[in-house]
Structures are given as C-alpha cells and as structure tokens.
C-alpha cells in the first residue's frame, strides 16, 4: 500500500515556476514508478510526466516537453516537478500517482493516486 501526498500548488503568473512535491508512505516507494497528472475544468485527466523507479526513465508530454522536469529522491520517498514558464494553460488540479511496475503515461495503469494539488496560472 502506498499513499500519496501532494503539495506545492498555489496561484503564479504566466511564466513563472512552481515546484511541487508528492511525499510517499510505504517501504516499496522505490520500487514504483511514479507520475504526474492533471485535470482542468471541463476536460479530462491527462498525463503530464512519469519516472521510473530508479530516475533513468522518464515520459514527458508534448505540452510541457522542455518547461517541466520530473525528478524523485528515493532517501526522501519523494517525487517532484519542477515547472518552468508557465502557461494559463497549464492551470489545472496536478495528481501524482504510483505504480508497481515500469513507467508508464497510461493513466489506468496506476495503483495509487494523491488527492490533488490545484495549480493557477494567471495570464
């Protein structure tokens, strides 16, 4: 069982950073690779970033290729992104979500899910 929580949101304007950081429980944290959702208003849940569970794989989507980095600190149970120049766009509820397996940018094949932080970008 792992559960997830996340934090780091807020409201920043259009080009700016946020980081946020979703803190694990559980043992076998290292042994799951862990991604990056989100949902805006309207739309469904989409994937923004992955990350095996050794940091040497990686999945990005299209839209924040190059502007988002996801990052974990097994020692700290911890996953992070890292999001740089901002976009209205980008504003939606950010979800992380684990798996016991391989990375993957399939939302249905993810296990364990956090409560969601809400992120704002203002233009």
């Known amino acids: 069982q792992v559960q997830l929580a996340e934090s780091g949101g807020g409201l920043v304007q259009a080009g700016g950073s946020l980081r946020l950081s979703c803190a694990a429980s559980?043992?076998?944290?290292?042994?799951?690779?862990m991604g990056w959702f989100r949902q805006a208003p309207g739309k469904e849940r989409e994937i923004v970033a992955a990350?095996?569970?050794?940091?040497?794989?990686?999945y990005y989507a299209d839209s924040v290729k190059g502007r988002f980095t996801i990052s974990r600190d097994n020692a700290k149970n911890t996953v992070y992104l890292q999001m740089n120049s901002l976009k209205p766009e980008d504003t939606a509820i950010y979800y992380c979500?684990?798996?016991?397996?391989?990375?993957?940018?399939?939302?249905?094949?993810?296990?364990?899910w956090g409560q969601g932080t809400q992120v704002t970008v203002s233009s």
């Open positions: 979500a684990a798996r016991a397996g391989v990375v993957s940018g399939a939302e249905r094949r993810y296990d364990y």
């Open positions: 990350i095996g569970w050794s940091g040497g794989s990686t």
């Open positions: 559980g043992r076998t944290f290292s042994r799951h690779a």
